[in-house]
């Protein structure tokens, strides 16, 4: 993937992409993408095997500001 001349936003649905593969590639029902509440984006909501899932899809082009696991949340 040649990331360098891609806009952002080609980017951002190019990780989409992949991320939208690997659940298909576990089994999983993509219920909703790209999914708008109030000002807010929810990238996937997933069904695997039963269980719902939300996805936040992040990626980036270098580690330049860190790697991406140490801008991770849980909040």
Known sequence: MN????????FGRQ??????????????????????????EID???????LLVVVEVKMRRSNQFGRLREHLQSD
């Open 44 to 50: 996937f909501i997933v069904d695997l095997n039963g």
């Open 3 to 10: 990331t360098k001349k891609m806009t952002t936003m080609e």
């Open 15 to 40: 990780a989409e992409q992949i991320v939208c593969r690997y659940f298909e590639g576990l089994g999983a029902v993509i219920l909703e993408q790209n999914l708008w509440v109030k000002k807010y």
